[in-house]
C-alpha cells in the first residue's frame, strides 16, 4: 500500500512544482519598458501652441474669478463700513447676498477649473490627438522592438528604479518624425 502512493504522491510534487515554476519562467522572457510622455509631449510641435492656447484660457477664466471676487470684496467693504446705519433685517439681507455672492464664485471656480469643469475638457479635447499619436507611435515601437509592457514614467505609476536600457522615449519620438540628435541623452547630456 505504501509503495502505491509514493509514485503518486512525487506525481502530484512535481506537477506541483511545474505549475509554480512556470510562470517564473514566462515572466522572464518579457520585455518591460517605459516612455516619459511629458519628454515627449514637449518635443512635439503642436503641443507648444495649444499650451499657449490652454494657458490663455486659464489666465481669462481665472481673470473673470478675480473679477467676481473683487466684487464680493467690494460687497463686504460696503457693508462693514455701513453695518451700523443698517437695521437688523437690512443687516441680515446684505449678509446673505454676500454668502449667495460669494457662492456663486466658488461655483463658477468648480464650473471653470473642477474635474468636469469647461478648462479640463477644452484640455481633453486639444491634447487627445497628440496623445493619441504617442500612444500609436508606443504601439508600433513596442511591437517592433518585442516589448511586452510599456508603462508611462510621467503619469500616476511610480518608478522607484527604471534601468535606461529600456526607455523607449526617444524610439518613439523617432516613430513621431521628431528630430533626436539635438536632445539631450537619458542622462542629461
Known amino acids: 500500500m505504501l509503495r502505491s502512493?509514493?509514485?503518486?504522491?512525487?506525481?502530484?510534487?512535481?506537477?506541483?512544482f511545474a505549475l509554480v515554476a512556470w510562470p517564473q519562467a514566462a515572466e522572464a522572457q518579457q520585455r518591460i519598458g517605459y516612455v516619459d510622455s511629458d519628454d515627449i509631449l514637449e518635443q512635439l510641435p503642436e503641443y507648444a501652441s495649444i499650451q499657449q492656447e490652454l494657458d490663455q484660457l486659464a489666465n481669462e477664466l481665472e481673470a473673470e474669478i478675480r473679477d467676481r471676487d473683487r466684487e464680493v470684496d467690494e460687497m463686504f467693504d460696503e457693508y462693514q463700513s455701513r453695518e451700523?446705519?443698517?437695521?437688523?433685517?437690512?443687516?441680515?439681507r446684505?449678509?446673505?447676498?454676500?454668502?449667495?455672492?460669494?457662492?456663486e464664485v466658488e461655483r463658477l471656480r468648480e464650473q471653470y477649473f473642477g474635474p468636469?469643469?469647461?478648462?479640463?475638457?477644452?484640455?481633453?479635447?486639444?491634447?487627445?490627438?497628440?496623445?493619441?499619436?504617442?500612444?500609436?507611435?508606443?504601439?508600433?515601437?513596442?511591437?517592433?522592438?518585442g516589448y511586452d509592457f510599456v508603462f508611462d514614467r510621467s503619469g500616476d505609476f511610480l518608478f522607484l528604479y527604471a534601468a535606461t536600457q529600456y526607455n523607449l522615449t526617444r524610439q518613439v519620438l523617432i516613430e513621431l518624425g521628431i528630430d533626436i540628435e539635438e536632445l539631450p541623452d537619458e542622462r542629461g547630456r
Request: negative net charge.
Open 5 to 16: 502512493s509514493y509514485p503518486t504522491g512525487w506525481l502530484i510534487a512535481v506537477v506541483a
Open 94 to 103: 446684505r449678509r446673505q447676498e454676500i454668502v449667495r455672492a460669494e457662492e
Open 84 to 92: 451700523l446705519l443698517y437695521t437688523q433685517e437690512e443687516r441680515e
Open 116 to 145: 468636469d469643469g469647461e478648462f479640463y475638457q477644452q484640455q481633453e479635447q486639444l491634447l487627445r490627438p497628440l496623445q493619441e499619436r504617442i500612444l500609436e507611435a508606443v504601439e508600433v515601437v513596442a511591437d517592433e522592438e
